[in-house]
């Protein structure tokens, strides 16, 4: 698995009940790397304007991310999980798009 997959994996909710449910790769970190993630859901409500992003059927990427609807990739809802952690990947979005993702983190954090 690499940086932009699609991957499946249980997360942790809010509720404390794990659920398996769909993830990017946004960087495969130092030292043992494990993965940095971020959540992907189907509801679009939670969504965080200028900074979460939707991926809908008519992407050029939609196809290739193995999403089976309109879902919003959370760049809030981040996790660090060792490679045998994960369920395994179903697609992934487009080099363009992970870069974006990777971008609007980025410039979160450099935020003071």
Avoid: W
Avoid at 18 to 26: E, G, M
């Amino acid at each position: 698995m690499k940086e932009g997959d699609v991957v499946l994996t249980a997360f942790v909710q809010a509720d404390g009940q794990t659920k398996n449910r769909p993830a990017i790769i946004l960087r495969t970190m130092r030292p043992f790397g494990d993965f940095l993630l971020c959540g992907v859901s189907r509801q679009l409500h939670h969504r965080v304007d200028d900074f979460d992003e939707v991926i809908v059927a008519t992407d050029p990427d939609f196809a290739e991310s193995g999403l089976q609807d309109t879902s919003l990739i959370r760049l809030g809802f981040l996790a660090l999980l060792p490679a045998d952690e994960l369920l395994g990947d179903i697609g992934s979005i487009s080099a363009a798009r992970h870069q974006r993702l990777l971008n609007r983190l980025a410039d979160y954090l450099a935020r003071r």
